[in-house]
């Protein structure tokens, strides 16, 4: 991994970055190996009640999908289609 995760330090506490980073950690995961889908929305949840703005979770995934080439929406968009106890994986 040589790029770095989008977070606003300005107005996130500790505990907020920590599991933002989760989130952008698990959509690695998926593109990497899989990830059990019901950890992935638990950690998106989270994202959500950090980042409850539609706009900036599309500014905040877009940098990350620009430095890592994983997109968030896709990753979270298969979770929600497959059934509780799957596992996600993003690999072709």
């Not at 040589?2 to 690695?28: A, G, H, L, Q, R």
């Not at 190996?33 to 979770?57: C, G, H, N």
């Not at 500014?59 to 968030?72: A, D, I, M, P, T």
Request: net charge negative; with cysteine; hydrophobic share 30%.
């Amino acid at each position: 991994m040589s790029y770095s995760y989008p977070i606003d330090e300005t107005y996130w506490s500790k505990e907020e970055i920590i599991d933002v980073v989760n989130f952008y950690s698990m959509v690695e995961q998926a593109y990497e190996k899989s990830v059990s889908r019901d950890d992935l929305l638990l950690a998106y949840t989270r994202f959500k009640q950090i980042v409850p703005s539609k706009s900036e979770e599309k500014k905040l995934c877009g940098e990350f999908e620009k430095e890592s080439g994983y997109s968030c929406y896709h990753t979270v968009k298969k979770a929600k289609a497959l059934a509780q106890g799957d596992r996600v994986s993003m690999k072709q």
